[in-house]
């Protein structure tokens, strides 16, 4: 009977692996760049994700001169929170956005952890199939 639960398995491509706790995504970052990074918290039951490091090389523009918006380009990017109003459910944070500094964009995302410890990022306009992917770390 082992065998042949472990061939379904096999065959169907059914993955055994527990649900990440809501929390396990709480912490620091790296994007997939490894040009900043981004401290993930926890703020009444919701999750957020601001700059708390970034590249600081004479190509790297400190403020957030992308935007559309004239008066926030002023803003810098240190401290600026980028992952907002994410909720977690059955092992996925959904339902939140993610704005890209580098083009000033905000989309919406999902997020999920990986098997191997990286995190899942999708940010995405209207469907999830039209989007981009990255994966995330945590530094050493």
Known sequence: MKQVLALLIFVLGIQLTTAAAPDDILGIWF??????????????????GK?????????????????????LRKRKKMGMVVLKDFEYDDGEYEEGTIYDPKN??????IMKLQ???????RGYIGFSLLGRTTYWTRPE
Request: hydrophobic letters at 20%; glycine letters at 8%.
């Open 51 to 71: 700059i708390v490091w970034h590249s600081t090389g004479d190509d790297v523009d400190p403020y957030d001169s992308e935007n559309p918006d004239p008066e």
């Open 31 to 48: 994007n997939e760049e490894k040009d900043a990074k981004i401290e993930i918290y926890e703020k009444n039951g919701k999750f957020f």
């Open 104 to 109: 000033g964009k905000t989309y919406d995302c």
């Open 115 to 121: 098997d191997d410890g990286s995190l899942y990022v």
